[in-house]
């Protein structure tokens, strides 16, 4: 009986020590941790204009697509403010093209005068066509203050039927009484434009009335060549005004078109669209809402493209290389296996990247394991479900050999 109850003690040692070695010898060449979670690209959303939101095409979790429209803003103040610019940018350059026609004409009278003190006949017809040319222009300027008359009426009416209409939202408070002052305030703007333009007209007119006069009265210079000849010695002077004049009208021109590129900007910035595909998460807009640049609207985290970060002690990185082959147990489907292979290595440990990072040196030290981030990466094909889900627990296992 003893004999055979050492022999059953003997078979029981040697199937633990056979179980052991089994287990020693599977862990050899691989090593884990619990310590890994599912990560990936979280892509925050912002308005970079203001306004009232008129419209959200999403929801929370919602997959979209680069490009798709997110949050419209309402179009109409930007819209107001790309045909202002643009207005803008044709009044200036009309002038610009006005100062740099005058350069010609500049430089053409003064040598005429020049001239015309040499020759009292040659300088009264060369200030003759000079002054006639002064009619035609101020008659062009005429027209072209009649034009922006009409122009401005047309604005200051448009902007009467706005303050009617906002009149009668304002009397519903469906409108905020800052968005009806302001429409009141760019219609009386626009009706003050309007009495400017009239204004312009009427000085217009009077100018041809003075080009008018000095025709005449350069048929009388024309015996007067010692006072054209002190004029004439300033003809550089006024050739250089002249072209001064053009090069600041030029450098308007570019100022105001640099306005209507903004304007245009805000235009296309008021329609936010998906930078990248993905889904949608942490929405926090809401139609009606008035939002300002900057705000954070939701962000868009792609599950086409996520990894595992596994914080592995420090004792477990000395057989860990890049490229070797990872299997990752994933918590959320009962322990499902998912391939792939370590990329990267982090250059310091989690503690280094902390808000408060120790200090070693400052007071007693106690030896405490580090953990070292790692960065693995699915193989091709293993999410193509996109099951993986950032933050999920996993429990990956590098194969060191």
Do not use: C
Request: aromatic share 4%; glycine share 6%; charged share 20%.
């Amino acid at each position: 009986m003893t004999g055979a109850r050492i022999r059953v003690l003997a078979a029981v040692v040697l199937i633990a020590a056979g179980a052991a070695g089994g287990w020693f010898w599977m862990g050899r060449g691989r090593v884990s941790t619990d310590d890994a979670q599912v990560d990936a690209h979280v892509t925050p959303i912002a308005a970079r204009v203001g306004g009232t939101v008129g419209e959200v095409a999403v929801a929370d979790n919602q997959p979209v697509k680069a490009g798709d429209v997110l949050v419209r803003i309402d179009l109409r103040d930007y819209e107001v403010a790309l045909t202002r610019a643009r207005a803008e940018l044709a009044d200036v350059e009309a002038a610009a093209h006005a100062a740099s026609v005058a350069i010609p004409i500049t430089a053409t009278t003064t040598a005429s005068n020049v001239a015309a003190a040499q020759s009292v006949v040659g300088q009264s017809e060369a200030s003759v066509t000079e002054a006639e040319q002064g009619v035609a222009a101020a008659r062009a300027r005429v027209a072209t203050a009649q034009a922006r008359v009409r122009e401005q009426e047309a604005g200051a009416a448009r902007m009467a039927r706005d303050v009617e209409r906002l009149k009668g939202l304002l009397a519903k408070d469906e409108i905020a009484q800052q968005q009806f002052d302001a429409a009141v305030a760019a219609a009386e703007a626009s009706k003050a434009a309007t009495d400017s333009a009239r204004a312009q007209v009427r000085e217009a007119e009077l100018a041809i009335t003075a080009a008018e006069s000095r025709v005449a009265s350069a048929r009388i210079r024309g015996q007067q060549s010692g006072a054209e000849l002190r004029a004439a010695e300033t003809a550089p002077q006024q050739v250089q005004a002249t072209r001064a004049r053009a090069l600041a009208a030029a450098a308007q021109v570019e100022q105001k078109r640099a306005l209507v590129r903004q304007a245009e900007l805000n235009l296309e910035y008021a329609v936010v669209k998906a930078p990248i595909g993905g889904i949608v998460s942490r929405r926090a807009v809401e139609p009606g809402q008035v939002i300002q640049p900057g705000q954070p609207l939701m962000t868009i985290i792609p599950l086409n493209d996520v990894w595992i970060t596994a914080n592995f002690k420090e004792t477990q990185l000395s057989d860990m290389r890049v490229g070797q082959r990872v299997t990752i147990e994933v918590d959320a489907y009962g322990g499902r296996e998912f391939s792939g292979h370590v990329e990267s290595i982090a250059a310091a440990t989690g503690s280094r990247f902390s808000l408060l990072p120790p200090e070693n040196a400052t007071g007693n030290f106690v030896k405490v394991v580090q953990r070292v981030p790692v960065k693995i990466v699915l193989d091709a094909g293993q999410n193509d479900t996109q099951l993986l889900r950032a933050g999920m627990s996993v429990t990956p296992t590098v194969y060191t050999r």
